[in-house]
């Protein structure tokens, strides 16, 4: 993610800034990558804090819209965890619109979110038809630290379940075009294999004792929907933390040159091998604050090329080249 010039003065904003450090009201534009100190703001605003701008005074703003169904706010916290899962798919969306997804030049369908408390019994989160289910309660840093460890995942966040779930949607996307299935199934297997049947095996009896040389989790072997979208939020998560990274102005041998852009990059090796470079480094540097890696996972040659398949794909897919 970018850091912003303020609109009114010195200094810098961050992407989640409502207003500037002395305290003027600003919005943040995702077509023009910047922010503004002026409305029309977000009819959400005041009500979960968002901080885009709306195309009329009263609308919502592009990501809002997005979300035809909000959680019951009879539901303990159901708004202030509300509230933290638009931001996290702020940020997810507008990470996938430096590749051009679901922004005004992509003639597409955009994702329909359903965002949901939770009651007495679990929230499934999922994908279907281009509509993503939430669970709201997964920014509960109890109730994510419990289910991680019931689940044995490294790495839990409602960041990653956003760029999991629209990777689903991605993928139902790519779907419908006719040079992409034969590639897919080629790299990943064939996806018309019981899903519920491979989950319940998944869960039932683990994953396969050499996962590590072909998949980046477990969760990933279960079947090739879940391969898919375990891959293509990787590929995301080491973008954006390579994107941070250079926009914090920080600085690595294995970057190509000041200035570079790990969005415009064509090449996913090149990606994928700064990504990992950096990653390692920043994982040392959480361990000397006794705090967990940034990114606690490895990078097989198998997974590598699955990560490149999906980069392909996702630069050039949303303007269907």
Same mark, same amino acid.
């Given at each position: 993610?970018?850091?912003?010039?303020?609109? @009114?003065g010195?200094?810098?904003?961050?992407?989640?800034n409502l207003?500037?450090?002395?305290g003027?009201?600003v919005?943040y534009?995702?077509?023009?990558?910047a922010?503004?100190?002026m409305?029309p703001?977000? $009819?959400?605003r005041?009500?979960?804090?968002?901080?885009?701008?709306?195309?009329?005074?009263?609308?919502?703003?592009?990501?809002c819209?997005?979300?035809?169904?909000?959680?019951?706010?009879?539901? +303990?916290?159901?708004?202030?965890?509300?509230?933290?899962?638009?931001?996290?798919? %702020?940020?997810?969306?507008?990470?996938?619109g430096?590749?051009?997804?679901?922004?005004?030049?992509?003639?597409?369908? %955009?994702p329909?979110?359903?965002?949901l408390?939770?009651?007495?019994?679990? @929230?499934p989160m999922?994908?279907? *038809?281009?509509?993503v289910?939430?669970?709201? !309660? *997964?920014v509960?840093? $109890?109730?994510?630290?419990?289910r991680?460890?019931?689940?044995?995942e490294?790495?839990r966040?409602?960041?990653?379940h956003?760029?999991?779930?629209?990777s689903h949607m991605l993928?139902?996307?790519?779907s419908?075009?006719?040079?992409?299935l034969?590639?897919?199934? !080629?790299?990943?297997?064939? *996806? %018309?294999?019981?899903?519920?049947?491979?989950?319940?095996?998944?869960?039932?009896?683990?994953p396969? +004792?050499?996962?590590?040389q072909h998949?980046?989790?477990t969760?990933?072997?279960?079947?090739?929907?879940?391969?898919w979208? *375990?891959?293509a939020?990787?590929?995301?998560?080491?973008?954006?933390?390579?994107?941070?990274?250079?926009? !914090?102005?920080?600085?690595?041998?294995?970057?190509?040159?000041a200035?570079?852009?790990?969005?415009?990059?064509?090449d996913?090796?090149?990606?994928?091998?700064?990504?990992?470079?950096l990653?390692?480094?920043?994982n040392? $540097?959480?361990?000397?604050?006794?705090?967990p890696?940034?990114? +606690?996972f490895?990078l097989?040659n198998h997974?590598r090329h699955?990560?490149?398949?999906v980069?392909?794909?996702?630069r050039?897919?949303?303007?269907?080249?």
């Amino acid at each position: 993610m970018r850091v912003f010039a303020n609109p @009114v003065g010195g200094g810098s904003l961050w992407f989640d800034n409502l207003a500037t450090a002395d305290g003027t009201p600003v919005a943040y534009d995702p077509q023009a990558r910047a922010f503004l100190p002026m409305p029309p703001f977000c $009819v959400n605003r005041d009500i979960i804090g968002c901080n885009w701008i709306a195309p009329e005074q009263g609308a919502f703003c592009r990501s809002c819209a997005m979300t035809a169904l909000a959680p019951d706010p009879s539901i +303990p916290d159901a708004i202030p965890n509300w509230a933290k899962t638009e931001a996290a798919k %702020r940020w997810a969306l507008d990470n996938l619109g430096r590749w051009h997804w679901f922004r005004p030049e992509d003639p597409g369908a %955009r994702p329909v979110f359903h965002m949901l408390a939770e009651g007495p019994t679990p @929230v499934p989160m999922g994908h279907a *038809e281009g509509v993503v289910t939430i669970s709201v !309660a *997964e920014v509960d840093p $109890v109730l994510v630290a419990a289910r991680r460890e019931a689940l044995e995942e490294p790495y839990r966040t409602m960041i990653g379940h956003m760029r999991h779930e629209i990777s689903h949607m991605l993928w139902w996307r790519l779907s419908l075009r006719e040079d992409f299935l034969d590639a897919f199934r !080629a790299m990943f297997g064939d *996806e %018309r294999i019981d899903y519920r049947a491979s989950l319940q095996y998944y869960f039932e009896n683990g994953p396969p +004792p050499e996962w590590r040389q072909h998949y980046l989790t477990t969760y990933a072997s279960a079947h090739p929907h879940e391969d898919w979208a *375990e891959t293509a939020a990787h590929l995301l998560h080491l973008t954006d933390i390579t994107d941070s990274f250079v926009a !914090a102005g920080l600085s690595l041998p294995q970057l190509p040159h000041a200035g570079w852009d790990p969005y415009s990059e064509p090449d996913p090796d090149r990606l994928i091998h700064v990504a990992a470079s950096l990653s390692v480094g920043v994982n040392h $540097v959480n361990r000397s604050m006794g705090l967990p890696d940034l990114y +606690p996972f490895v990078l097989s040659n198998h997974a590598r090329h699955k990560l490149a398949f999906v980069h392909d794909w996702l630069r050039r897919g949303a303007q269907g080249r």
